[in-house]
Antibody, heavy 119, light 110 residues
Framework: EVQLVESGGGLVKPGGSLRLSCATS????????LNWVRQAPGKGLEWVSS????????SYAESLKDRFTISRDSAKNSLYLQMNSLRAEDTAVYYC????????????WGQGTLVTVSS | QSALTQPASVSGSPGQSITISCTVT?????????VSWYQQHPGKAPKLLIF???NRPSGVSDRFSASKSGSTASLTISGLQADDEADYYC??????????FGGGTKLTVL
């Protein structure tokens, strides 16, 4: 069974940093593109970032790419999101999601981790 | 303002069919080939319903179907059930390694 478990969320002050983790299991980690998707309270889904199966290629939502960095560790079967210079508008539930093999659909999702940016 | 526009809400009675549209409003979306649809119940993670415009993953009910015509993709739910009440999102790969979601549609089952 494919499992994605996010962690690392919490309360952080504006301007602060946070690193989210997503522990995965149940599939061959190095075969799939992984993603972060967020959802602000009461709002819709927003794609944040993707990283290729090899970790070679990363892409970001235009408004975030200077502050967020996606990475993956095949030894730990884990995905990460380093978030810097956090703003109130970054407050959201952050989901880790795995693509369908060779496709561009988010096939499996974690339960999400809440990030709150507030003083 | 998302590059994909969905109606904010739709409603239908049990047993009826409804259709949710997803229209490209920006050239940033590219050729709109890789469209997917998601269902999200309150407080839950989204669930993939449709990939590649009109394909259902195994385990998704055949009451969910989808299509695309030009710059508009559509999700149809037939035989509405109470449990279909949820938020629905379309999403597209833009062709430049990025993805974009529609603003979401709240489905109310009357």
């Amino acid at each position: 069974e494919v499992q994605l478990v996010e962690s690392g969320g919490g309360l952080v002050k504006p301007g602060g940093s946070l690193r989210l983790s997503c522990a995965t299991s149940g599939f061959t980690f190095s075969t799939y593109t992984l993603n972060w998707v967020r959802q602000a309270p009461g709002k819709g889904l927003e794609w944040v970032s993707s990283i290729s199966s090899s970790g070679t290629y990363m892409s970001y939502a235009e408004s975030l790419k200077d502050r967020f960095t996606i990475s993956r560790d095949s030894a730990k079967n884990s995905l990460y999101l380093q978030m810097n210079s956090l703003r109130a508008e970054d407050t959201a539930v952050y989901y880790c999601a795995r693509d369908r093999f060779g496709d561009y659909a988010f096939e499996n999702w974690g339960q999400g981790t809440l990030v709150t940016v507030s003083s | 303002q998302s590059a994909l526009t969905q109606p904010a809400s739709v409603s239908g009675s049990p047993g009826q069919s409804i259709t949710i549209s997803c229209t490209v409003t920006s050239s940033d979306v590219g050729d709109f080939k890789f469209v997917s649809w998601y269902q999200q119940h309150p407080g839950k993670a989204p669930k993939l319903l449709i990939f590649d415009v009109n394909n259902r993953p195994s385990g998704v009910s055949d009451r969910f179907s989808a299509s695309k015509s030009g710059s508009t993709a559509s999700l149809t739910i037939s035989g509405l059930q109470a449990d279909d009440e949820a938020d629905y999102y379309c999403c597209s790969y833009t062709g430049r390694t990025t993805r974009v979601f529609g603003g979401g549609t709240k489905l109310t089952v009357l």
